[in-house]
């Protein structure tokens, strides 16, 4: 029986399918910043296609940062930045990530188990292909990646 330690308070979670193109790019940011020296109170998770599984991850944090592909009809590597509450009144591009479950769902169910996930902020990357391609990204959203980390890092307070 293993003892699991406590959570960290930051979590950055990388969410996406690796398997098509760009919709990956927050499993490959997630990767990237794994790789950096980050604060201790930080934790990067690769969330992949996780859903509602990631509920457990989300909980107890005092900040969450999601990286994920929105897909908002504008140029292949634009980026966004939103809240909680731009996602839930719909002031938000098609989200195109957390697969057979939305980002408003997961809030919802959530709050109905308890769950605090505020707050929350989610970096968006606009893909360009989101076709068959095991780890690969466009050279549009690849170029837009180091911007994205650079986001994630303000966000924590880095």
Known sequence: MS?????????ILGVGNTLLKDEGV??????RLQDMDLPENVEVLEGGVLGLDLLDHLEEREKIV?????DGDVGPGAIYRL????????????????HEIDLPQVFATADLMGIKIEPMVL?????????????ELTPEVEAAIPRVIELVLKEIGQ
């Open 3 to 11: 003892i699991s330690s406590p959570k960290k308070p930051i979590l």
């Open 123 to 135: 970096i968006g990357v606009q893909p360009k292909d989101m076709s068959m391609g095991y780890d």
């Open 83 to 98: 809240t909680r509450k731009d996602i839930e009144v719909g002031n938000t591009r098609c989200l195109t990530s957390l």
């Open 26 to 31: 927050g499993v490959h940011v997630a990767r």
């Open 66 to 70: 999601v990286v994920d592909a929105v």
